[in-house]
């Protein structure tokens, strides 16, 4: 069985974070988003994986390569330009045995992979959609069952009228490959608007089991800073690359100054430095080469690598892309800061 992951998306909700660094490469923590999939797809036995890309595919692939180092063969199915959710799995077909699994490449879930195979080979099923129970549908693709957990009906960002259950699609299928006759091949096409509305139309066995577990889709800047604050605080379990460390995680290759105060959690990522005086946390997340100065606070953010913070400067609540300078006293609250962002000294993103 092989999987594929759908990658291709251009991450527009995340910008600027994602204008030079793709969604399925930014960093979760401590590792680039795919490698939590890439667990989650090696844990459940898939041995190779293709990886569906179109935007900035040369990314993806400089962190992933063939994927050895990460227990799983990889390979990329590029669209010159992007086939949609369904197209894109069209076009990695020739890649496929019979069986498969699709992840949306921007979904978290501690799911068991292996009981979702197991049933749907048990009940002859022609597609299986995983599905997770929200509070608002409409931002999702709403899928509602009968009372033995087979898939009735699909709408896709349903208008308010149409929400009649709280189950969504949680971008988690397992597919007999031979499905994927229903779709055009070379053409742009929806899995979720135009294929499963197909299969349900002719009849095809299509299951709908709840994951109750975690699930997030990372893909506005809420989520992202919210997938932070769930795996630091272990809801999301993670083994971090790094040491415990009252509370949070220390890379052994960081630096924290003896006077430097961490409130839990938090996490520091290697060759990160920071000083005595400075105050990092909850939820402060260093992925790596961040360097904080004297008493400068951070909490509730996520910083990339080579960020650097003034001395006494604040940030709170706020995603800060690549080499981004926060200069002296600055104050940065709620913000989204686009790789190489300089603010210079007293800078306030909030009200004064
Ligand atoms: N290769 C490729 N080509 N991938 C694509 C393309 C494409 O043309 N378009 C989107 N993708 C990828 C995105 O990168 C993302 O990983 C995934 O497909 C889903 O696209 P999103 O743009 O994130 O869709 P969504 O979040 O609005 O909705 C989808 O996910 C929900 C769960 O998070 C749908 O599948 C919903 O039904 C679902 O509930
Ligand atoms: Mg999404």
Not at 87 to 105: H, Q
Not at 214 to 220: A, K, Q, R, S, V
Not at 245 to 261: D, F, I, K, M, T
Not at 286 to 308: E, K, Y
């Amino acid at each position: 069985m092989k999987a594929v992951i759908l990658a291709g998306g251009e991450g527009t909700r995340l910008r600027p974070l994602t204008l030079s660094t793709p969604k399925p490469v930014a960093p979760v923590v401590d590792r680039p988003f795919l490698r939590h999939q890439l667990d989650l797809l090696a844990g459940a036995g898939v041995a190779e994986v293709i990886i569906s890309v179109a935007y900035h595919p040369e990314r993806v692939e400089a962190v992933f390569g063939d994927g050895r180092a990460f227990g799983v063969r990889i390979r990329y199915a590029v669209e010159e330009t992007p086939l949609g959710t369904g197209g894109a799995v069209k076009n990695a077909s020739a890649l496929l045995d019979e069986r498969t699994i699709v992840l949306n490449g921007d979904i978290l879930a501690d799911l068991d992979l292996r009981a979702v195979v197991a049933r749907h080979e048990a009940q002859g099923a022609a597609a299986t959609i995983v599905l997770t129970p929200v509070s608002n549908p409409s931002a999702y693709g709403l899928v509602e069952t009968d009372l033995e957990g087979r898939v009735l009906r699909f709408v896709e960002k349903p208008r308010p009228e149409q929400i009649r259950s709280n189950t969504i699609n949680a971008g988690i299928y397992i597919l007999e490959t031979r499905v994927l006759e229903l779709m055009p091949p070379g053409e742009k096409h929806s899995i979720e608007r135009q294929f499963f509305p197909a299969l349900l139309a002719r009849g095809d066995r299509v299951l709908g089991p709840t994951h109750e577990g975690y699930w997030i889709d990372i893909g506005t800047p809420q989520k992202y800073l919210q997938v932070h604050r769930d795996i630091l605080a272990g809801r999301f379990a993670v083994t971090l690359d790094g040491a415990p460390r009252g509370g949070g995680w220390v890379h052994p290759e960081a630096r924290v100054a003896p006077g430097a105060v961490l409130e839990a959690p938090f996490y520091v990522g290697p060759g990160s430095e920071v000083e005595a005086g400075a105050h990092l946390g909850p939820d402060a997340v260093l992925v790596a080469d961040v360097r904080v100065a004297a008493g400068a606070r951070i909490r509730d953010s996520v910083l990339w690598r080579g960020d650097t913070v003034g001395p006494e400067a604040e940030i709170g609540g706020s995603l800060l892309g690549p080499d981004v300078r926060v200069g002296r006293k600055a104050r940065v609250e709620g913000a989204l800061l686009g790789e190489g962002t300089v603010l210079s000294d007293f800078s306030r993103t909030c009200r004064p």
